[in-house]
Nanobody
């Protein structure tokens, strides 16, 4: 059974940076496309970034493009989301998701394409 565990969420000042981590257990991250989503109170869960199982195809939601980087460490079975120049609207609970990739280049911005989800890690932005 694949399980995901996020960490790294914390209180950060506007303009600051943080790195979120997501450890995948019960499988090899090389076989899974992974993604980060976020959900603010009263809002729907939204796509932030995704990476194919190969790690070669990465995508970002427009509002985080240019200030965020998704990456993975295969040896640690971990995917990361580095976020810089944080804005108040980045405040949310961030969720890691994984989906088995029959195509190593596949990834998706859609929640329903991912079978496995972490419990979330909260990011709070202070001004």
């Amino acid at each position: 059974q694949v399980e995901l565990a996020e960490s790294g969420g914390r209180l950060v000042q506007v303009g600051g940076s943080l790195q979120l981590s997501c450890v995948l257990s019960g499988g090899s991250i090389s076989s899974y496309a992974t993604a980060w989503f976020r959900q603010a109170p009263g809002k729907e869960r939204e796509f932030v970034s995704s990476s194919s199982a190969s790690g070669t195809n990465v995508y970002y939601e427009d509002s985080v493009k240019g200030r965020s980087t998704i990456s993975r460490d295969v040896a640690k079975n971990t995917v990361y989301l580095q976020m810089n120049t944080l804005k108040p609207e980045d405040a949310a609970t961030y969720y890691c998701a994984a989906g088995y990739a029959y195509d190593p280049l596949w990834q998706s911005p859609r929640t329903y394409d991912y079978d496995y989800w972490g419990q979330g890690t909260q990011v709070t932005i202070s001004s």
